[in-house]
Structure formats: structure tokens, C-alpha cells
């Protein structure tokens, strides 16, 4: 299973999930101009994509979905109340209900529910020949299924959203840096440690820290709070964040552990 990171934060998240014939797009909050250009940059094209696997219905992570689905004739696979609020009736829809799994092409997906200021979010887990991706982005709390899971991911892409003290100290109004740090907004970096930490076993785990903040919190800051989390419980796995606007992050199930490295800033997006 090969994963890219093809954006992650609040002005757009989209990864790539490619294995065997089957590639998705998990989430496609860029247009489609944009999609096409990086996915063609790494390898992949919109027409040979099979599905569209979506989080929930927030524009940073569906905006490019009603296109694609117009253009490409693209199926859509979600909750029920995220496909609800993203495409009503249009487009070829698979609705998978959290807890419930589905097979896409060479892929099984499953979703998990999590606490999320939207419809029917959902995590979801992509697995292909044992091999597992977790990706939970977009929620404020971390319920015991998600554990569960996530102490059988090979990839983990977590929310690690802010730094609780630049939140309260920064220039949000009130009301967001409290929606924010609800249990229904995003993790802090401290929370997502915790949750890295909880989900680290004796299995080899590659963390990606994903959907950071620019304004409340740093790449810096994040990974300092997950690998001194790690290393205080003796724990050791490759850390690494997801940039904002570009491609950056790759993951091959193939690979060595010590060789999923950040990609260099490939087309000179900034
Ligand atoms: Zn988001
Ligand atoms: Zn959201």
C-alpha cells in the first residue's frame, strides 16, 4: 500500500491511497485542477482514481468532490449524513455506516465514528493485505474503538491541530478557540501525543501528525509534543507532520520502516 499526502490543514486535505489496481482519494478538499496537477506529480491521474473516501461534509475536506463526481462520474463513499450533506442525491453513492466496513476495489474500508462539530463524521481505516491505514483527522476526543484500531495501524495520520496555549493566547475570537478545543472540535498537540503514545505497541508504527493549525501551532511544536511523549515511555516510532498546501509526505507499506521519509517540496508550491 503506497500513501500520499497531498494536503492537510484548513485550507484543504486530500490523501492518496494507492494498492495493487485500486487507488482512492481519502477526502478531496482541493479543486480539481489542483488535485490533477499533484496527483500527476506523483505518479497517479483523477480518471484512474475508483473512489472517494470522505471524512465529513466540511469544505476543507469535500470541495472538490462535487466536481469529480460530476466530471469523472466518481462514487462517493461516506456516512450516511456526510454523503447527505455533501452530494444530497447526486452521484453514485456508497454509504457505510460507522462500525460497518466495505470493500472497495482491492481495499477493505472501515469507518469509525468520532466526535466532530459536523453530520456523521468518521475515521476511517484503509487495509490491504493485512496492512493498515488509520487515518482520524477532524475530531476533539478519542474514543476507545479508535484505540483499538490504532494500535493495529501500520500508518497512523492523526489530528494534531494546536498548541493549547497559543490557542487560548492567540487572535481567535472566543467562541472559535472554544468550538476549537471542544470535544467536538480538534486534538491539541498534548492529546494527540497521548493518543500516538496509547497506540504505540511492539508493531512497527509510522505517525503522521496531520491538519496543524498556521496560526496555533507550529511542525515544530507538534513533533516535540508527540516525540517527547514517545520518549518518555520509551517508545520510538518515525514522526512525521503533513505541510499544509503541498505534496509532502509519502508512505510505502514495501519500504523499511527507516525509509519513510518527507518528500523535498517537489514542484516548488509553497
Ligand atoms: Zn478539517
Ligand atoms: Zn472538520
Redesign the pocket.
Known amino acids: 500500500m503506497r500513501v500520499v499526502a497531498l494536503a492537510s490543514?484548513?485550507s484543504g486535505?486530500a490523501l492518496w491511497v494507492q494498492a495493487g489496481a485500486t487507488s482512492v482519494l481519502l477526502d478531496a478538499?482541493l479543486g480539481p485542477r489542483t488535485l490533477a496537477q499533484r496527483l500527476a506529480s506523483v505518479g497517479g491521474a483523477l480518471h484512474k482514481v475508483t473512489a472517494l473516501l470522505l471524512t465529513?461534509e466540511?469544505d476543507?475536506?469535500v470541495r472538490g468532490v462535487s466536481p469529480l463526481v460530476q466530471r469523472y462520474g466518481l462514487p462517493a463513499v461516506g456516512t450516511p449524513g456526510t454523503l447527505r450533506a455533501t452530494l444530497g442525491g447526486d452521484g453514485e453513492q456508497c454509504a457505510l455506516r460507522p462500525g460497518g466496513e466495505l470493500r472497495v476495489g482491492e481495499l477493505v474500508v472501515r469507518a469509525l465514528a468520532v466526535e466532530h462539530d459536523a453530520l456523521e463524521p468518521a475515521a476511517f481505516e484503509v487495509e490491504h493485505d493485512g496492512v493498515r491505514l488509520l487515518v482520524a483527522?477532524?475530531l476533539g476526543s478519542v474514543g476507545q474503538d479508535l484505540l483499538d484500531r490504532g494500535r493495529l495501524a501500520d500508518l497512523l495520520v492523526v489530528d494534531c491541530n494546536h498548541d493549547e496555549e497559543r490557542l487560548w493566547r492567540g487572535p481567535y475570537p472566543a467562541l472559535l478557540k472554544r468550538r476549537i478545543a471542544a470535544p467536538t472540535g480538534?486534538l491539541s498537540n498534548a492529546q494527540a501525543a497521548a493518543f500516538v503514545a496509547a497506540c504505540a505497541t511492539a508493531r512497527r508504527q509510522t505517525v503522521w501528525l496531520a491538519?496543524l493549525s498556521a496560526v496555533n501551532n507550529t511542525p515544530a511544536l507538534a513533533l516535540a509534543a508527540v516525540r517527547e511523549t514517545l520518549a518518555v515511555q520509551g517508545l520510538v516510532a518515525p514522526v512525521l507532520v503533513a505541510a499544509r498546501d503541498r505534496v509532502s509526505l509519502r508512505w510505502d507499506s514495501d519500504a523499511p520502516a527507516g525509509e519513510q521519509l518527507g518528500l523535498p517540496d517537489l514542484h516548488g508550491e509553497s
Open positions: 490543514g484548513s486535505n478538499g465529513h466540511h476543507d475536506h483527522v477532524d480538534h491538519h
